[in-house]
């Protein structure tokens, strides 16, 4: 099974970006997807973003335009490049493997924790 492991988050002001990275243990083709997701305090985790094995990319509308997800496949690593970031974006960011039915099912990780500041 493929593990994935979250990193790049910290503190940024408002309107600025962040570079999230999810780097895989194993080759990430076997994947079909790969979903970032959010989770604030008191509120349920969110899928924000995903991108499957075919490059095909999906968002949530409060995201699209600012935040693109992206692949190295040299380095079995996907990306979520933030910009414009808002406070509303402060959460705590997971990635995790997504079946073909939307569903992620990899084990979840300690994520990385994303702050904007206004």
């Known amino acids: 099974q493929v593990q994935l492991v979250e990193s790049g988050g910290g503190l940024v002001q408002a309107g600025g970006s962040l570079r999230l990275s999810c780097a895989a243990s194993g080759n990430i083709f076997s994947i079909h997807a790969v979903g970032w997701y959010r989770q604030s305090p008191g509120k349920q985790r969110e899928l924000v973003a995903a991108i499957t094995s075919a490059d095909i990319t999906n968002y949530i509308d409060s995201v699209k335009g600012r935040f693109t997800v992206s692949r190295d496949n040299a380095k079995n690593t996907v990306y979520l490049h933030m910009n414009s970031l808002k406070p509303e974006d402060t959460a705590v960011y997971y990635c995790?493997?997504?079946?073909?039915?939307?569903?992620?099912?990899?084990?979840w990780g300690q994520g990385t924790a994303v702050t904007v500041s206004s």
């Open positions: 995790n493997a997504v079946s073909t039915t939307g569903i992620a099912y990899g084990d």
